[in-house]
Structure formats: structure tokens, C-alpha cells
């Protein structure tokens, strides 16, 4: 069985040393066996590994969800619905974000609308508001 070092690890992975090591300490990537010498021996496996944790956070996936997701793959009697509840979860909290940033888009607009963008800082209306107690 192939072993790697954690710079191999890293660079088959796309990440850097430190990324491996963070996710070491997390748990996301099992502590490996040490050689004679006290190297980290990687399996090869860890590689994709490493590239599933990275794909689950560009959709958005916290660590914490990426372990359940981990978790799911080898726990028994965990079935592809407990990993579709998991992405449908993930897909209801993206779509309240993007109504989140539409929301504050709309509000920096109508700020942006309120400046001519001419005169002294201190009078801008973007900052009389920001200083302003909020309407409840």
C-alpha cells in the first residue's frame, strides 16, 4: 500500500501543509501511522479524502457538516436519504443567505442613493446613518 508524506498529501490534495494539519487536528483526516523515523505515512486514500472536504466547503459545507457527511459514508445503517436531508438542509440555508445579501443589497442601495458623493465625510448621509439608532 502507498504511503505519502504530508507534503506529497498536500500537493496531490491541493492544499497546503498547514490545511492537512488543520485538518488533522479537526478530525476530518485520521491521525496516520508514524515511520521508524517519525514521519507521518499517509494512505493514498487520504488524497481523496482531502479533496471531498475541499469540494464540501466550496458548496458551502462548515466542517462540522463535512464530519456528519464523513460520519454517513461508514456508519452502519446510514442511508443515501440521511445524505440527500444533509444537501436539502445545506440548500435551505444557502437560499436564506442569498435572501440575507439581497436584503442588504436593497438597504446599501437606497444608502448609496441618499450620498451625492460631494462635500465633506463627516456630512455624508451613508455614515448618519450607519451612527443612527436602528427602527424597530
Do not use: W
Amino acid at each position: 500500500m502507498e504511503r505519502l508524506t504530508i507534503g506529497e498529501l498536500a500537493k496531490r490534495g491541493g492544499v497546503n501543509l498547514e490545511t492537512v494539519r488543520y485538518y488533522e487536528r479537526k478530525g476530518l483526516l485520521p491521525k496516520p501511522p508514524r515511520t521508524s523515523s517519525g514521519y507521518r505515512a499517509f494512505p493514498a486514500d487520504a488524497v481523496r479524502r482531502i479533496r471531498f472536504i475541499k469540494r464540501a466547503q466550496e458548496l458551502g459545507f462548515s466542517l462540522r457538516e463535512i464530519e456528519e457527511l464523513l460520519a454517513l459514508r461508514v456508519r452502519p445503517g446510514s442511508t443515501m436519504a440521511h445524505v440527500r436531508e444533509c444537501a436539502a438542509t445545506k440548500v435551505a440555508d444557502i437560499e436564506e443567505k442569498i435572501r440575507t445579501l439581497k436584503s442588504m443589497k436593497k438597504a446599501l442601495e437606497g444608502l448609496t442613493a441618499t450620498c451625492c458623493g460631494d462635500g465633506a465625510a463627516g456630512d455624508c448621509p451613508i455614515l448618519e446613518s450607519l451612527s443612527s439608532e436602528r427602527e424597530k
